[in-house]
C-alpha cells in the first residue's frame, strides 16, 4: 500500500511553492510515496485525513510565518493529526534578523501530535532592486531547488521506514471468538 505526502505551501513570490515542488519531485523519486503539492488554500479536511505525511512550508514575512499559514492553522486546530508524520520549511532572506516561518510550522505541528521526521529547513532568498519604478526582485539561492529535491527524497525515504516500525494492530481471528 502506498503511503501519501501532502505538500502543503503558501507563497508570496513564487519561492516557496518552487521549493514545494521540489519536495514533491524528491517525494515522487521514492517507490511506494504518492506525493501532491497544494495550496493551503485548497486543503480541507478530508486531504489532511488522507496524508501519512504533512510538509508545510511558507515564507517568512516579519519574523513569523504569513498570515496565511496561520490562518491555515487556525482553520484546521481542531483536527486531530495524531499518528501522522510531518516537516516544516520556510523561505526567507539570508540576514540571521530575518526570522524562521518554519519555527511556528514546527511548533503547529508537534502541538496537533504530528512527528517531525526531520528538523525544519530553510532556503535562502536574495532581493535584487530592479530598474524599473524600484521593483523589488526576489529569487532563491541557486541550489536551492535541487537541495530540496534532495531533502524530498530523504523524506519519503524516512516515511517508509518510519510506517514499517510501526507495531501492527493485531489481526482479528474469527476462531478465537
Do not use: W
Not at 66 to 84: D, V, Y
Not at 88 to 102: E, Q
Amino acid at each position: 500500500m502506498a503511503q501519501v505526502a501532502l505538500v502543503i505551501y503558501d507563497t508570496r513570490y513564487g519561492n516557496t511553492f518552487r521549493i514545494a515542488e521540489a519536495l514533491t519531485r524528491g517525494l515522487q523519486t521514492v517507490s511506494g510515496v504518492i506525493a501532491s503539492c497544494r495550496n493551503q488554500a485548497e486543503v480541507h479536511d478530508d486531504l489532511l485525513q488522507d496524508a501519512d505525511l504533512l510538509v508545510i512550508g511558507g515564507p517568512t514575512e516579519y519574523f513569523s510565518a504569513s498570515p496565511h499559514i496561520r490562518e491555515f492553522f487556525n482553520r484546521i486546530g481542531g483536527f486531530e493529526l495524531k499518528g501522522k508524520f510531518g516537516f516544516a520549511f520556510d523561505t526567507h532572506a539570508p540576514s540571521p534578523l530575518s526570522g524562521h516561518a518554519s519555527r511556528l510550522i514546527e511548533k503547529d505541528l508537534k502541538r496537533m501530535g504530528v512527528t517531525l521526521l526531520e528538523p525544519r529547513h530553510s532556503a535562502i532568498t536574495q532581493s535584487t532592486r530592479g530598474t524599473a519604478a524600484g521593483n523589488v526582485h526576489v529569487e532563491l539561492a541557486p541550489d536551492a531547488v535541487a537541495e530540496f529535491e534532495k531533502i524530498g527524497h530523504q523524506l519519503g525515504q524516512e516515511l517508509l521506514e518510519a510506517i514499517a516500525k510501526r507495531p501492527k494492530p493485531p489481526e482479528y481471528r474469527a476462531d478465537l471468538t
